[in-house]
C-alpha cells in the first residue's frame, strides 16, 4: 500500500512539474507576443523607423541549428523510452552541442550587426528590438541548455527509468518550444527588415 501511495505522489508531482512548464511556457510566448505588439506599434509611427537593415546570414545559420538540434532531441527522447542509453546520451550531447553552437551564432550575429553600426542603444528603436528578441531568446537557450544537461546527468546517475523518461519529455517539450519560438522571432523579423 505504501509503494502504490509513493508511486501517486510522484505521478502528481510529474503533472505539477509538466503543468509549470506549460504555463511558463505560455508566459514566454505572451512575453514575447507583448514584444511583438510594441515593435509593431513602434514601427506604424512613421516610414523612418523600421530596422533598416539586412539581417545577418548567421540567423539562417542559427535556425539550422535549432531545427537539426531539435531532431537530435527528438530521437534522444525516443532512444531514452527505448532503453537505447548509450545512444540517448550521445544524442543529448550532439543537442547540446547544436544548442552551444546556436548560442554563439547568435553572438556572431550581434557582431555582425553592430560592425554595421546596428547596436543596441541608437536613435532607431526598431534596431534596438532585434537586441531585445534575440537576447531574450539566448536567456531562454541558456535555460534550455541547463534543463538539456539536468536531463544527461540524470542519465548519467542511472536514475530510474520512470524519471529519465519524464525528464527527457520535458526537456524535448521545452526545447521543441524555444526551436519554435525562435523560428518565430527570425521569421517577424525577416518579414520587417
Known amino acids: 500500500m505504501a509503494r502504490y501511495t509513493q508511486d501517486k505522489e510522484e505521478l502528481t508531482q510529474q503533472k505539477a512539474k509538466k503543468f509549470n512548464l506549460w504555463l511558463g511556457m505560455i508566459g514566454m510566448f505572451m512575453m514575447f507576443a507583448a514584444l511583438s505588439s510594441g515593435f509593431i506599434v513602434y514601427t506604424a509611427g512613421g516610414a523612418d523607423r523600421g530596422i533598416k537593415t ?23 527522447y525516443a532512444a531514452a523510452k527505448r532503453t537505447a542509453f548509450g545512444r540517448q546520451k550521445l544524442l543529448l ?3 547540446i552541442a547544436l544548442g552551444i553552437g546556436f548560442f554563439a551564432m547568435q553572438v556572431h550575429a550581434w557582431g555582425v550587426l553592430s560592425d554595421r553600426g546596428v547596436v543596441f542603444v541608437n536613435s532607431n528603436a526598431s534596431q534596438s528590438f532585434i537586441y531585445v528578441f534575440t537576447g531574450m531568446h539566448l536567456a531562454h537557450i541558456i535555460a534550455g541548455l541547463a534543463v538539456l544537461a ?19 519529455d520535458l526537456a524535448a517539450l521545452f526545447w521543441h518550444f524555444l526551436g519554435i519560438l525562435w523560428i518565430y522571432i ?8
Open 150 to 168: 539536468r536531463a544527461l546527468v540524470g542519465r548519467i546517475r542511472n536514475i530510474p527509468q520512470v524519471n529519465n523518461v519524464f525528464r527527457m
Open 93 to 95: 550531447l550532439v543537442t
Open 54 to 76: 539586412l539581417l545577418p546570414d548567421a540567423f539562417i545559420y542559427s535556425t539550422v541549428l535549432i531545427v537539426v538540434s531539435s531532431v537530435t532531441m527528438q530521437m534522444a
Open 186 to 193: 527570425y521569421v517577424f523579423l525577416l518579414l520587417n527588415q
